[in-house]
């Protein structure tokens, strides 16, 4: 998802901000769910206090934390609750964690209007006012209910560590003990949040909510779902992108031990069976035939091709400033590039899966949700129901990597065909293999970048022109509306329509053509590409000048200050400057993704055999107020490792239209023995509002190492994965 | 019928000699902290240990488990499990955590042979694990740390 077509709607939506008194912000506030305050409970109901739809306080002093955001490892989980928990004063103990329900009345991402889902590095952004506010509520209550009871006033009362307090009777109370006065208290329409100064929470390390269940196997995942009468499905798929189904024969599938039922369906053929591995043995055993005449048949070379011919021509506009190709003519001195990335596949941990209930009553969903509004409309018209009657389980994601929020709700779809051509007999598990999820397409797309700039006398650059080819993200989805303006889908040229270096005439421009691979986005987007040809083209430039790489950089940043302080503070931390042993090389790059900034400074040995090693790499980030620091860290360190991938590793290819790749074999990624022994990370402190960390990690790391290996071995780089010359 | 002893139990499993280990700990005996990512041994979600050593249950089938001692992420309870478990949980090495019972396994079955293990025993050792989260960094930590704690 891009920044730039989503509005910031938190602050108009929930802050009214009055003059602060005795400490605090005082708020006023619409929270969705603060009615139910204030509904009588069903008689025999456990009490509870749920003063909105975020917060439910147990008579057991147990603070749950509904969480609208997906947890796919990014720590949304910790960080939601430590906004509630911080507001709340509770005790991080008592605070649990449970997944909301698809509900985008309550639960909508902020920055995405009426729709719930996760993406773009949005869960921190949008929900720190709503769940600060969520719980600033919640204590309002718990005092006020305090008060009454104790007959003292509301503003004698303190709450720590989720112990409510006057001191001046020495009277104290656990949450729990308020429970039923709080859920009677009337909903304040203003509540104090705290100032910067009096957080206890953010800003330190709270361990995470979901690293017991984690290291000790209990975390479920769409995978363990356990139903009565579950069957699993395993699918064939066609060979190629857009074959469909012309005729199967089922009878050799039906002779495997306990396989229930052989269906076909809009993309293939499911088995079923009770468990996996037989349902997988049915399906191997089906013969099928294909209809291929609408297949898309060419392979990655022809499509680069067909790129490189269209980057001859002037493509839609992008980004214009002054006149590049006057300047280019006049310039002392150009530079020319061009660039290959192939598809990417996400690859995520656990591969795509779901769990489907189709009965009278409507439609049951079990996934590692992240895309919950649209999800439900689709399978709603799929089979027959309102949105509403789709009720969706948000379970932890074993990874996803942009992949769980499909435009076209792929694999959910697949799961609720299968469920209604059973006629809903049984749930169902659509389980797909390694083999499936690699060759299922909803790539990375495949890119191709054009670059040409020129210098002044002085080294200065005063042209560049960028012209991107490769395929829409957006087009033909929900979001093309939103998102594609004038022909130029936002997903294809971030990272390089805004790229930050002060350069009077610029254009970018894009070809988006049209392909039978299913494309979808991939942690960080487009700075998955763009970051790549920005850095590494400026080092050239760089070089060309006959400057030093970063005080290139530095000049050209001056209206930047964010991007140069991540700059300047990986730099010194780096060591920038110092010699380094004959076949080292250090390398930075600096990029801004989804509002935050990164810096990261590699530093490479090249071996004997022309292999290298990434050795190590620091990073500095700027995401403003550093709710979770040591969430921070661990996604740069692993957003920088998923990046080492591409930059190392992975790429998808395609021949004769057919997916060359197929398991970890031959789509290799990053493995422990190529991961950095040294990878630091610094955290700029800021008091900016919060910005996401899920994907700024990635996209510095690729241009980083191909800086570092130019400095070890002069050698420029024009393709992912890096290939060394020998 | 198949007769496995998983973590101290022994379950009658009526299924295919041929199934592979990890389908039946999974889908029949129904213990799910044993993940499965590639089914080729090629990711290390799967890893159990067989009569202590770590092993891809994914292409190990039942009837060479047969007899054997098999224990699951959920059946670790050794001085050294303990001590892996509560590295990994004072680090946070965790993300999306679906490798990370297999991580687990395999770092638990390493320390028992290997109290202090080298950086290249742990980078043997571990590189059949894959972690798309990229939890590398505090995978080697949380290995040093718990080994720390055992001498
Ligand atoms: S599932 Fe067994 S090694 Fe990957
Ligand atoms: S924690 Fe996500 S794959 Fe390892």
Redesign the pocket.
């Known amino acids: 998802m891009d920044k730039t077509h989503l509005v910031d709607r938190s602050r108009r939506e929930f802050l009214k901000v009055s003059a602060a008194a005795g400490g605090g912000l005082l708020i006023s506030l619409y929270l969705p769910g603060c009615e139910r305050a204030e509904k009588a409970a069903a008689p025999g109901a456990p009490i509870v206090f749920e003063p909105n739809a975020f917060v439910r306080i147990g008579t057991d002093n147990t603070v749950t934390v509904i969480a609208k955001h997906l947890e796919m490892g990014q720590g949304t989980y910790t960080g939601l609750a430590t906004l509630v928990a911080e507001e709340l004063d509770a005790a991080w103990p008592q605070v649990q964690v449970e997944g909301a329900p698809a509900d985008a009345g309550r639960y909508s991402n902020l920055f995405w209007g009426p729709v719930q889902g996760t993406g773009g590095s949005t869960a921190m952004g949008n929900s720190f006012e709503q769940m600060r506010n969520a719980g600033a509520l919640a204590r309002q209550m718990l005092v006020n209910a305090a008060a009454g009871k104790w007959e003292v006033p509301a503003d004698a009362i303190t709450v720590r560590d989720g112990i409510v307090r006057h001191d001046a009777s020495k009277r104290e109370a656990g949450f729990g003990e308020l429970v039923e006065l709080a859920a009677q208290q009337p909903v304040p329409e203003t509540v104090f949040v705290k100032e910067p100064d009096e957080f206890r929470l953010i800003g330190t390390h709270v361990p995470r909510k979901d690293g017991k269940e984690k290291t000790n196997g209990t975390a479920i995942f769409t995978q363990d779902v356990k139903l009565p009468g579950l069957l699993t499905a395993v699918v064939a798929h066609p060979p190629r992108f857009g074959a469909t189904v012309k005729s199967f024969d089922a009878a050799r599938a039906g002779k495997v031990k306990g396989v229930v039922d052989v269906v076909a369906i809009p993309t293939g053929v499911a088995v079923l069976d009770k468990d996996f591995w037989s349902a997988k043995q049915g399906r191997d055993a089906l013969s099928v035939e294909w209809d291929e005449a609408k297949a898309f048949k060419l392979g990655s070379e022809e499509i680069m091709g067909e790129y490189k011919r269209l980057a001859a021509k002037p493509g839609a506009v992008a980004r214009k400033d002054g006149d590049a190709e006057q300047a280019l003519v006049k310039a002392a001195r150009t530079v020319e590039a061009a660039y290959e990335f192939p598809y990417l596949a996400h690859a995520a941990m656990e591969p795509m899966n779901c769990v489907v209930k189709l009965d009278a009553g409507g439609c049951e969903i079990w996934n590692g949700e992240q895309f919950q509004t649209p999800d439900q409309a689709a399978v709603a018209a799929a089979v027959g129901l309102k949105p509403e009657q789709v009720k969706i389980n948000m379970l932890y994601a074993g990874g996803s990597f942009g992949r769980r929020a499909n435009p076209q709700s792929d694999y959910v779809l697949e799961a609720a065909s299968i469920a209604k051509a059973i006629q809903g007999k049984a749930p169902v598990k659509l389980v797909w293999t390694r083999e499936d999820d690699m060759r299922a397409g909803y790539y990375r797309p495949l890119y191709y970048h054009r670059l040409k700039a020129g210098l002044d006398q002085a080294g200065n650059p005063v042209a560049w022109q960028h012209r991107v080819v490769g395929q829409s993200i957006l087009r033909g989805t929900a979001f093309e509306q939103a998102m594609v303006k004038q022909g130029v889908d936002e997903t294809s040229v971030e990272g390089a329509s805004n790229m930050p270096y002060a350069i009077p005439n610029l254009t970018v421009d894009l070809h988006s053509p049209e392909m039978g691979v299913p494309v979808q986005w991939w942690r960080s987007v487009g700075s998955t590409h763009t970051a790549f040809v920005v850095e590494t083209f400026i080092d050239e430039l760089a070089a060309a000048a006959g400057k030093d790489p970063v005080a290139f950089r530095r000049a050209l940043l001056k209206d930047h200050p964010r991007h140069r302080g991540v700059m300047e503070l990986a730099a010194e931390k780096a060591g920038w400057g110092k010699p380094l042993s004959e076949g080292r090389g250090r390398g930075i790059a600096v990029h801004e993704s989804f509002n935050t900034y990164v810096a990261q400074v590699a530093e490479v040995s090249v071996h004997q055999d022309r292999s290298f090693s990434v050795d190590r790499v620091v990073i500095a980030v700027d995401c403003g107020v550093a709710v979770n620091p040591d969430i921070i860290r661990a996604q740069m360190e692993g957003g920088m490792g998923f990046g080492l991938s591409a930059a190392l590793t992975s790429a998808i290819t395609l021949k004769d239209g057919r997916v060359e790749q197929s398991n970890?074999h031959d789509y290799t990624v990053l493995r422990l023995d190529q991961m950095p022994s040294v990878v630091e990370v610094h955290i700029v402190s800021s008091a900016e509002p919060p910005t996401g960390v899920g994907e700024p990690g990635v996209p510095p790391i690729a241009p980083a190492v191909a800086n570092a290996l130019y400095a070890a071995t002069g050698q420029r780089f024009y393709q992912l994965p890096l290939q060394l010359k020998t | 019928m198949i007769q496995l002893k998983i973590n101290g139990t022994t379950h009658e499993l009526d299924v295919d000699p041929n199934m592979p280990l990890?389908w039946a700990i999974r889908d029949v005996v129904g213990l799910t902290g044993t993940?499965?990512?590639?089914?080729?041994?090629?990711?290390?979600?799967?890893?159990v240990h067989i009569d202590g050593q770590a092993e891809?249950?994914?292409?190990t089938p039942v009837s060479a488990a047969q007899g054997k001692a098999i224990t699951t992420i959920e059946g670790l309870d050794s001085k050294v499990a303990r001590a892996v478990q509560s590295a990994w949980e004072k680090l946070d090495v965790v993300q999306c955590g679906y490798c990370q019972s297999?991580q687990i396994m395999s770092a638990v079955s390493m320390l028992a042979r290997n109290p202090r293990p080298t950086d290249d025993d742990i980078n043997t050792a571990m590189s059949?694990n894959i972690c798309r989260c990229a939890t590398y960094v505090r995978i080697r930590a949380a290995i040093k740390d718990a080994a720390r704690a055992l001498a």
């Open positions: 970890f | 990890l993940k499965y990512g590639c089914g080729l041994s090629l990711c290390g979600a799967c890893t891809r249950s994914c292409v297999g059949g």
